[in-house]
Every structure is written in C-alpha cells, then in structure tokens.
C-alpha cells in the first residue's frame, strides 16, 4: 500500500468531495443534531474538519519554509477554535470548510518535492515525515465524514482507504486480520484471528464500528485502545 502523498492526494479529492456533498444537506437545523462523537453535534465535527485543514497547511509551511510552525498554538486554541465555529449557519460552516480545504490542497500542491521528508509534529507522533499529513488529512476526512452521522458509513469507505486503515502504526494491531473470502491481511504474533469484511474490520479497528459482522478464533473481540 503506497504513502506516496502525491497518490494519496488524489484519494484525498475524493473524499473530500464525498464530505462536502453530504455537508451541502445539513441545511436547516440539520448541524445541531448530535454527531457519533461524543459531546459533539454535527456542527463541531464540521468546525473540526475545516480547522484540522488549517492545521495541516502550518505543518505543510514548516516542511517547506523550515520555519516552526505547531498544527495548533496549543490544545486549549484547538479546542476553542472547533467551538467558536460549531454554531454558525450552514451557509457560513459550509463556506469555511470549503475554502480550508481548497487552502489545504494549494498547499499541498505548492509542496516541494524534498520537502515531503522534511520531519515535522503534531499530537503524540513526535517527529515525522510531512509526508504522512496527506494521510492523516484522508483519515481525518473518510473517519469524520461517518462521525456525522448522516448516511455516510464504512461500507461506502474506498477499499484502498479501509486496507490502508488496517496497516497503519495508529490502528491496534491486536489480532491477525483475515477478510471474508479468506485472505490474509494482517499477520499479528497471539492467537487470535479475527474475520470480516475489509470495511468492518476497519470500522471496528477505529472505532467506527461495534465489530458486528466479524467472528473472532477466541469467540470474542480483542479489547481495542482508541484509535490515535
């Protein structure tokens, strides 16, 4: 499974496109209702997308400039910043999303290509390749768009999205991985096999999904760690 940015950014188009047209039909009080997150209406997580794409256009500028720039100033301007935004009209939520992410992919574009190694931070990482922010941005996007909780679910995630999911260091990789037709996805050391659909095993993995529809060797699911 490549990381190359440059691939994924096309994959990021996609699902960017796919979350703007299920925010286009949030209109009415359709931002109030509360999302899969918890404490959050669906409005936070669209506040959240639009400022997580601010965030990783700083880290773009500190790999390409060399410059220090922190995705946030700090949690506390984090969590201000999707607050401030979660109560806006649809119009003006829609209209920052939009342009946070047309920003996000300027910058991605406006990257060099040595730049894409140049080691930057964000969260619990510590130090890592620029190159993985067009990655996390597709995760932030593909996983949000079903917190919304508005029709959009796994079964509709990209195949290569869900087997990217599966190898990722985020993901807990606590049983071996099997798909539904038998192959093999993920060998983990322990006994425990668990089987499914790509898109269940993913959705269970990052907390997307309950794991109903997998069958584990043991006769029950491994314990998870939230995903990071």
Known sequence: MTADPLVLSAELDRATARLLDTVRTLDGNGLTVASRCDGWTRGHVVSHLARNADAYRNLLSWARTGVRTPAYASREARE?????????????????????????????????????????????????????????????????????????????WPASFALRVLHDPATPHVATLVSDDGSKLLSVDGETVVTGPVHLLAAWLTGRGSGAGLTSSTGELPSLEAWK
């Open 80 to 156: 201000a910043g999707i607050t401030a935004g979660a109560f806006r009209s649809h119009e003006e939520q829609l209209a920052d999303l939009t342009t946070a992410c047309d920003q996000l992919r300027e910058s991605i574009d406006a990257m060099p290509a040595e730049s894409w190694t140049a080691l930057v931070e964000w969260g619990s990482t510590g130090p890592t390749p620029a190159a993985r922010v067009v990655w996390s941005r597709v995760c932030e996007v593909e996983l949000h768009h079903v917190d919304l909780d508005a029709g959009y679910g796994p079964p509709d």
